[in-house]
């Protein structure tokens, strides 16, 4: 099974900001940042419902937004990272889409990363999830700063980090 991974926000700004970033999360605390990215994964699992192929709804009914441990193995998905902190839209497991947990057969991945059909051929991937992050970047970056500079006024003005 293929592993998802993350699209760092370095790849998404200036090494600048990635330099911001990672000192907001040593003074900030992991809280305020897996809040901003939460709220910004929102986003990008919004989009990927509205361009998931569905035949039954069940895995645009089940996509979830959560911080991610590392080393997760099932994880298929994209998100966002600063440092040991990661958010990103999750795939559901094999029971939840009815299928059979013996089986390696995960349509999810195969919907993300194609597939070989049974006769050899290819099936060419519908990247619903980084088609997602790609039209969302922006408007998810917008999301966290925005939602960081709340919690940066906040903490300020009442002396609590």
Do not use: C
Request: proline content about 4%; glycine content about 8%.
């Amino acid at each position: 099974m293929a592993k998802g991974d993350f699209i760092d926000i370095s790849m998404l700004g200036e090494p600048e900001l990635q330099k911001k970033l990672n000192s907001i999360a040593n003074n900030l605390g992991q809280k305020a940042l897996k809040k901003a990215f939460r709220d910004g994964a929102k986003i990008i699992k919004e989009t990927a419902k509205s361009i998931v192929p569905s035949k039954t709804g069940k895995l645009r009914r089940y996509l979830t937004v959560r911080a991610i441990k590392s080393g997760r193995a099932r994880y298929i998905g994209r998100g966002l990272k600063v440092k040991d902190i990661k958010v990103g839209v999750q795939t559901p497991k094999k029971i939840k889409l009815g299928i059979d947990q013996d089986t390696k057969w995960y349509y999810p991945a195969h919907l993300e990363l194609g597939h070989r059909t049974k006769s050899g051929g290819w099936q060419p991937a519908v990247p619903f999830l980084r088609n997602a992050l790609k039209t969302t970047d922006q408007r998810v970056l917008s999301i966290v700063r925005a939602n960081l500079r709340r919690y940066i006024q906040t903490a300020s003005t009442t002396g609590r980090v």
